[in-house]
Nanobody, 124 residues
């Protein structure tokens, strides 16, 4: 079992930046692909970014490509999402997700483990 706890959300003006963190605990972090998803009010949870265990492969949703960066620190069991040039449409609850894999994963049903989410609000 893996427990995930997100932090770093908040209120920011359009054009600003935030850095989300996800701390993993419960068992070894080894071999886990990590992902970030988000869910806006009244909308489906959508894929944002994913990173493989080694960090060698990352993949982003088109809507965030060039603005967001996913990274991880396996020694600290942490994954991060650096968000720049934020837009009001980035407003959502952001979730960290994990599961054992050697490849990137972009579908939410590929992940068994989820955090509780952290709210990101971007004002115009």
């Amino acid at each position: 079992q893996v427990q995930l706890v997100e932090s770093g959300g908040g209120l920011v003006q359009a054009g600003g930046s935030l850095r989300l963190s996800c701390a993993a605990s419960g068992r070894t972090f080894s071999g886990y692909t990590m992902g970030w998803f988000r869910q806006a009010p009244g909308k489906e949870r959508e894929f944002v970014a994913t990173i493989t265990w080694t960090g060698g492969i990352t993949y982003y949703a088109d809507s965030v490509k060039g603005r967001f960066t996913i990274s991880r620190d396996n020694a600290k069991n942490m994954v991060f999402l650096e968000m720049n040039s934020l837009k009001p449409e980035d407003t959502a609850v952001y979730y960290c997700a994990a599961d054992v894999s050697l490849r990137i994963m972009i579908a939410k049903n590929e992940y068994r483990y989820w955090g509780q989410g952290t709210q990101v609000t971007v004002s115009s």
